[in-house]
Nanobody, 119 residues
Framework: QVQLVESGGGLVQPGGSLRLSCAAS????????MGWYRQAPGKPRELVAA???????NYADSVRGRFTISRDNAKNTLYLQMNSLKPEDTAVYYC?????????????WGQGTLVTVSL
């Protein structure tokens, strides 16, 4: 079993920055990919950024150049550095992990952390 716990959300003004963290525990050696998703009110959950064990990353067009995903394997923690935040970035942000070697294996989700971008 793998458990994910997000932290770092909060209220920030437009143009500000936040760093989200996702601490993984349990059978972390089974994780082959991790990513961040978000869900705004009334909208479907969408991919924000994802990374794989080979170092490749993928970003949504709306955040590319402003957000950076990174991973500290020694701490079993995934990060999302968010800069130049916009009101449209307001959402609940979820950490996701694939527990298995390739797509199709089970995925685990954290409980989510709320990011609000507002004056």
């Amino acid at each position: 079993q793998v458990q994910l716990v997000e932290s770092g959300g909060g209220l920030v003004q437009p143009g500000g920055s936040l760093r989200l963290s996702c601490a993984a525990s349990g059978s972390v050696f089974r994780i082959s990919a991790m990513g961040w998703y978000r869900q705004a009110p009334g909208k479907p959950r969408e991919l924000v950024a994802a990374g794989t064990s080979d170092g490749s990353t993928n970003y949504a067009d709306s955040v590319r150049g402003r957000f950076t995903i990174s991973r500290d394997n020694a701490k079993n923690t995934l990060y999302l550095q968010m800069n130049s935040l916009k009101p449209e970035d307001t959402a609940v942000y979820y950490c996701n992990a694939r527990v298995g070697p390739k797509p199709g294996y089970p995925e685990v989700w954290g409980q989510g952390t709320l990011v609000t971008v507002s004056l």
